[in-house]
Structures are given as C-alpha cells and as structure tokens.
C-alpha cells in the first residue's frame, strides 16, 4: 500500500541553524501539506502545497519557513535560522485531491532544537 | 472560524469495554468534512473515517462506529469490545469546503488495560 515517507525521522539542531526536513507524498497524490505538534499538543497546520506553489499557509508559516518541491517525488520544509519554540514533531501529509479529501500522513520527523 | 473541541483528555478503560470519543465542531459553512485520525504509541497520524456534512448516515466498521449529528455538531466515535491495541489518541479534525485544511481537536489518549 503506498505511504508517505519522511527523512530523517530525528533531528537535532542547534538554534539558529538552517534544517531541512524531507518528505516522498503518495505517487499520484497533488496536493502536500506540512503539519507540525509540539509535545502533547494537537496538531497544527502549516502549509499546503499544489502546483509548485503555496496555496494556504497559517500565521505559524512565517518567513523562516519554505517549503518547496525539487524535483518530482521530493517536497521539503526549510526552517532558515531555528529556534528552540520550533521543536516539534513535523508531519508530511498528501492527499489525491482538495477539498473534503482525506489526507494521508507521513510517520513525522521529530526535530529537537537546543 | 473553525473550532474542535475534544472534551475528554484522558480516558482508561478495560479491554472489552465500549466507549466513545466525544468530538463537537464548530464552523460557519454550511459544507464541510469531518475525520478521525488515530496515533498510536509509535507516533504517525493514522486516518480512520471521513464524512461529510451532507451525510448524517452512522457508520460501521468492524468495532468502529461513528455517530454524526448536525443538530448537537457532533462526531462522535464509539470503539466495541476495545483492546489493548486501541490504545492510541485520537484526533476529530475539520475541513470547510474551499479549504483543504485540517483543524484538528486537542485529541483523546485512551489507554485499554488488559
């Protein structure tokens, strides 16, 4: 059954440091979406993405964030210059289409900032 | 604005026992999309159900049952006959139609003792 991958499943950085968080969506999925939890939290959205752009982004989503889609199977989230309020767990999801779609999530990417 | 409220954080149960997850809703649309995410101990978001707001019809499957009401904005999902292996927490989560976003709840730890 296909499934979202994500890469690396744990991060440790430093504050200040650029991370790049890496997710394969499902093969024939369009749309793509970055959700972050922080430790006993729920889960919050970031951004989705279709058609090589942004289509929605949360007040969360500022300029340290970017996200983007190298090439045809990779979409990754670029945190510029890390704080420690960023630790959190990062979910990749995709979904076959937009509204009303159920999406699927990738295993997360915990990122530890010290 | 959309708004889930999960009101119940914790719940234990024993393993045979039924119990329901209790989500409420808020939202101005009159369309929208309503779903169960579960995430078990290991950490990824499992998608379980989705319904829409079209479709007041309960829904079965194996344990799992769900009960929509638009009348209370409820969604409520009840496990039969629980076992240790639903222990997990589980998400309700809300989608305006136009938007694709997911508006998760706080989430329900449920612990099934043996």
């Known amino acids: 059954e296909p499934e979202v991958t994500q890469t690396p499943s744990h991060q440790v950085t430093q504050m200040g440091q650029e991370v790049i968080l890496r997710c394969v969506p499902i093969s024939n999925h369009l749309y793509f979406y970055w959700y972050r939890q922080i430790l006993g939290q729920k889960v919050e959205f970031l951004v989705s993405?279709?058609?090589?752009?942004?289509?929605?982004k949360s007040e969360i989503f500022d300029d340290q964030f970017s996200v983007e889609r190298p090439d045809g199977s990779n979409f990754t989230l670029k945190i510029r210059s890390t704080k420690l309020e960023d630790s959190a767990m990062y979910f990749c999801?995709?979904?076959?289409?937009?509204?009303?779609?159920?999406?699927?999530f990738g295993p997360g990417t915990r990122l530890t900032v010290t | 604005a959309q708004k889930v409220t999960q009101a119940q954080t914790e719940i234990s149960v024993v393993e045979k026992e039924d119990v329901t997850l209790d989500c409420v809703y808020e939202?101005?649309?009159?369309?929208?999309?309503l779903f169960w995410y579960k995430q078990p101990p290991s950490g990824e978001l499992v998608f379980l159900i989705r319904?829409?707001?079209?479709?007041?019809q309960n829904e079965i499957s194996g344990r799992y049952s769900w009960n929509f009401q638009k009348s209370t904005s409820s969604f409520n999902f009840t496990i039969t006959a629980s076992q240790v292996v639903d222990s997990a927490v589980y998400f309700c989560?809300?989608?305006?139609?136009?938007?694709?976003?997911?508006?998760f709840g706080k989430g329900t730890m449920l612990l099934v003792s043996p």
């Open positions: 989560a809300l989608t305006d139609a136009g938007y694709s976003t997911l508006t």
């Open positions: 999801a995709s979904s076959p289409s937009r509204e009303g779609y159920e999406q699927y």
């Open positions: 319904r829409n707001s079209f479709d007041e």
């Open positions: 939202t101005r649309d009159t369309t929208y999309y």
């Open positions: 993405f279709y058609n090589n752009e942004i289509s929605e």
